[in-house]
Nanobody, 115 residues
Framework: QVQLVESGGGLVQPGGSLRLSCTAS????????MGWYRQAPGKQRELVAA???????NYADSVKGRFTISRDNAKKTVYLQMNSLKPDDTAVYYC?????????WGQGTQVTVSS
């Protein structure tokens, strides 16, 4: 059974930082690309960052230079380091993996950027 469990969300002031974690189980983590998505109220879910099994990454234009995705295959965990946070970054953040048998999502973690 595939499970993705996110953690690390919370309330932070503009300009602050958070690090999100997503730990996977039920998959051979090291062979899959992983992604972070977010969904703000009233908006569609969007890709924030993704990392290949080789460690190459790509980012949404809105977060380039502020967010960094990384992975630790030994811990079966993918991270999203978020710096210089803005109110527009407020959303529920979801971890994602696409397998040949389907797509899986975590339960999400709320990030709120507000003074």
């Amino acid at each position: 059974q595939v499970q993705l469990v996110e953690s690390g969300g919370g309330l932070v002031q503009p300009g602050g930082s958070l690090r999100l974690s997503c730990t996977a189980s039920g998959i051979i983590f090291s062979i899959y690309a992983m992604g972070w998505y977010r969904q703000a109220p009233g908006k569609q879910r969007e890709l924030v960052a993704a990392i290949t099994r080789a460690g190459s990454s790509n980012y949404a234009d809105s977060v380039k230079g502020r967010f960094t995705i990384s992975r630790d295959n030994a811990k079966k965990t993918v991270y999203l380091q978020m710096n210089s946070l803005k109110p527009d970054d407020t959303a529920v953040y979801y971890c994602n993996v696409r397998l040949s048998v389907g797509e899986y999502w975590g339960q999400g973690t709320q990030v709120t950027v507000s003074s």
